[in-house]
């Protein structure tokens, strides 16, 4: 079955690591004809942009995509989304701490299935810090009894889904929350979920938006918490 996936980047302020992802890219395209990369420019403050220009100009698997101002994660994600033309669309990470080649992966299961419209597909990280590790499975804990559906490492990437099941989306987060939300509209819709392991390895260059420090978790911890007890108002 000859099916295109469009896979979002977003980037802020990644220019040290566009060599490295796009050359990841640039393999990738080798190995696999139906794949669009829609790299974001989302409201970087430092030489992404410059950075795009001078390396994805003329490639033609790369759609490049900018926003102006930072609005969040999820914001560029969706800008990304809304440009792509692949029948199947997902996002992962710019730091390369997954490899962009886990997509093809998830490809597969497409591939491979007769009812690709009822499939939604996402990695399941190994390799974490410890720390890491179990602050996602607290994590995964809380929003499991909450939201009274298995949810568990709830931000793995990629993300995999059919372009049929973006068009239902309703007014999604602009923050990290935007994988919650995917993740449990698909398991609340009764799509068939996939998981699959990738390994998390190391950024090479700059820090996390989000994992930081105690106070970065902390403020993410309560953007999540804010907005999965929504996401459970409205269940009822």
Known sequence: MIIKLSLVIPCYNE??????????????????DNIEFVIVDNGSTDDTSLVLDELALDLDYITRVKVETNQGYGHGILAGLR????ELLGWSH????????DALKGLDLFRNTIEPEQLFVKGKRHGRPI??????MGMSIFETFLLR???????????????KFFLIWDSP???FSLDLYAYFLAKKTKLVIKRFPVLFGKRAYGVSNWNINFASKYRFIKRTLVYSFSLHRKMK
């Open 83 to 86: 440009q792509a033309t692949g």
């Open 131 to 136: 720390a890491d590790t179990f602050f996602t």
């Open 15 to 32: 220019s040290k690591n566009l060599p490295l992802l796009l050359n990841r890219c640039k393999e990738i395209a080798e190995r696999e």
């Open 94 to 101: 710019a730091d390369m701490q997954t490899d962009l080649a």
């Open 149 to 163: 559906r298995l949810m568990w490492d709830i931000n793995a990437q990629p993300t995999i889904f059919h372009r």
């Open 173 to 175: 987060p602009n923050d």
